[in-house]
């Protein structure tokens, strides 16, 4: 874990010649990811992207630097109720004076109006619950794209099922909480059912943005958010719903005190961090807009990347896993220099 | 996610007549843990429990509360080579004085001497690789009164694997590292092999203790340690020794500012977190040892824990996963009031 020394290694791989570099050890994940052509990059549109400022930390408020966390919101066909929601209530500037009520050790940081009492402005609409999960229509056609492209370089699935040295391999993925699990336009899903019954959802990893909400059949209005600080509450996974992920800033929420009170819940108005505002990308001047691409995750170099996820051949490893959990292979997602 | 609600359940559930629970809600796992019997719980002994007190926060230093965090060391047979030496290392009090010198998000904070220098005291060893695993033996005889305790009373394995509805059912778990996992005196483990080359491990779970190294064939010698703030980096399993977990007080070390050097090293000597004292719990006053016990993983409660855990069905859930990965079923662990 002394990873010292491996960084060096790493670049000391960069600086070689090329007829060199064929005896140098093998990448590892972050560095196939950082060698992965422009092509393989894509950009995130501004408009799925949300900026939260918190009020700076500490006494000294002015000399503080700024608590910037960057929200990527989920594509179609995924969770659009809520993030139709959580774009009106960022155009209402509705969380501007809001505050993060809640940190729980290994489980969310959430967020959203402490009061309870302050009214949302005019369209929210209530979402149902059976758009927890997504059907065939838009999933099938991308993922006949995917598919096509996997099969063009010959390559299989991601590795998420272990493949060696297990005598009973089976089609299915080794993941504990459902059938199937994989990678759709840079996020990580999951699967079930069978034929038209099959839906796929979006899955709880770490970072992840859900939706706070009472019990059934309340389905939250978007208004309270929480992120995931934690190993991955996979039971929470089609009991709320995921409308994105953070994508920076995250140790501004990972590193908050945590709450002593019950769940996590800050006991006293003074421990709760102000929000300044939330905005989508899109409503801020263009010089402030923060740019961010991600690997595509249909391409062949987050295929190599994935592999070494789960099998690391880099010098500090010594006993490839041969597998990996799908939140344990996070998708790379990189800021893009102006 | 706003669980205000069911922590009012809860309470309500335990409030009511014998008459009225029939039809109260199912429990939650915490409350199954919470209602569990006192023999099914287990005295961690003083002897495996290392105290560590971390200087106070802030400025006004005499005022802040203290960061105390107690970890326990695994029992036999894992890893015991790296645990007599880190017992050494306490009776030596040689992290007296040394820092946390890394945190790095979603990932590990560690710690030791930042020098690198300081001599270590006479009789530590030298630990081989074969030792991040364990073979037959003490675990076999184990393993054997644990079947036999879960056949007398009828119930099979932890669900570690989905039963239903996949029409898939295999008898090996649905891990993604490997072929088995399971739960042995209070500790979650993987295994892996045949017949006399079957070997087991202790698992990265969030909290858990690992034992930092240089590369291969370094194996760390138990001065520089390390735990897991993050996702289970299980693919550190047999690549780095577990060695034990964080039972009280994680949040003093997971909501430490992240570092911004590489790997998430400090990058000034001003940001580290100094060590007060790292003490073996035998070797403070008898009033200040510490007193905590888990529920055996080997008693019907735990079985009914786990099952809660992958199959949650208290008012919150509406979708019960049908299976939990290993570091999703965190063994319960609590302070003993004296």
């Not at 549109?45 to 500490?58: C, E, H, Q, R």
């Not at 179609?76 to 139709?84: D, E, L, M, Y």
């Not at 089976?170 to 034929?195: E, I, K, L, M, N």
Request: charge should be neutral; aromatic fraction near 10%.
């Amino acid at each position: 874990m002394k990873h010292r020394l491996l960084a060096a290694a790493a670049a000391f791989a960069f600086s070689l010649p090329v007829a060199a570099q064929e005896a140098s050890p093998p990448l590892s994940p972050g560095e196939i990811a950082a060698a992965a052509p422009a092509s393989d990059w894509v950009e995130i549109p501004a408009s799925d992207l949300l900026v939260m400022d918190l009020a700076p930390a500490g006494k000294a408020k002015k000399k503080a630097p700024p608590r910037r966390v960057v929200i990527q919101l989920m594509p179609a066909p995924f969770s659009q109720g809520w993030i139709g929601n959580i774009r009106k209530l960022a155009a209402a500037h509705w969380w501007d004076g809001a505050s993060i009520n809640r940190v729980q050790d290994n489980y969310v940081v959430q967020w959203g109006d402490a009061t309870e009492k302050k009214p949302l402005p005019g369209g929210v609409a209530v979402v149902p619950e059976a758009d927890y999960t997504s059907g065939l229509s838009e999933w099938q056609a991308r993922n006949a794209e995917r598919d096509a492209k996997r099969q063009s370089r010959q390559t299989s699935e991601i590795p998420l099922q272990r493949v060696e040295p297990d005598p009973y391999p089976d089609w299915h993925s080794r993941d504990a909480y459902t059938q199937w699990v994989d990678f759709y336009s840079g996020w990580p899903v999951a699967t079930s059912g069978y034929g038209l019954d099959q839906v796929w959802w979006p899955v709880h990893c770490y970072g992840m943005l859900g939706v706070g909400r009472n019990l059934s059949p309340d389905t939250g209005n978007g208004a309270e958010l929480y992120t995931v600080i934690g190993h991955a509450p996979r039971h929470l996974d089609r009991n709320i719903a995921v409308v994105g992920r953070v994508i920076a800033g995250i140790e501004h929420l990972s590193s908050l005190p945590r709450g002593t009170g019950a769940l996590g819940f800050y006991e006293k108005a003074e421990e709760r961090v102000p929000i300044k505002s939330i905005r989508l990308a899109t409503d801020l001047p263009a010089p402030s807009q923060p740019k961010f691409e991600y690997l595509s995750t249909e391409s062949e170099s987050f295929t190599k990347y994935a592999d070494a996820r789960a099998n690391r051949r880099d010098p500090f490893f010594i006993t490839p896993a041969g597998g990996a959990d799908v939140c344990n292979i996070p998708v790379p997602v990189r800021a893009v220099s102006k």
